[in-house]
C-alpha cells in the first residue's frame, strides 16, 4: 500500500527582528533593545535612552541574535542609525 504523501513546507521563518542586550547599572535589570534591521556589521557604542531615564552606552556585538515571536523587549527601533 503506497504512503500518503505530506506537503512540503516551503514557508520561510519570519522575522521578529534582533535582540541587543544591556544592563542598566541604576536599576541593576537587563534591558532589551529590540531592532528591526539587520544590525549593521558596525561595532561603534549606541547611546541607548533607558526607561530609567538615563542613557546608557552601549557597544553593539557582532554576535548578536534573533528575537524570538514571544520574547519582551523594553525599547524599539528601526534600525540602530536612530541611536547614533
Not at 26 to 36: A, I, Y
Not at 47 to 61: A, F, I, L, N, Q
Request: proline share 11%.
Amino acid at each position: 500500500m503506497p504512503q500518503p504523501r505530506r506537503s512540503k513546507k516551503n514557508k520561510e521563518p519570519r522575522d521578529f527582528g534582533w535582540v541587543i542586550s544591556f544592563g542598566c547599572k541604576s536599576t541593576g535589570t537587563l534591558r532589551r533593545l529590540k531592532v528591526d534591521t539587520v544590525p549593521s556589521p558596525d561595532t561603534r557604542p549606541i547611546e541607548v535612552p533607558c526607561v530609567c531615564g538615563e542613557t546608557h552606552r552601549v557597544t553593539v556585538s557582532p554576535y548578536r541574535r534573533r528575537r524570538s515571536a514571544d520574547e519582551p523587549f523594553d525599547l524599539e527601533v528601526a534600525s540602530l542609525d536612530e541611536l547614533r
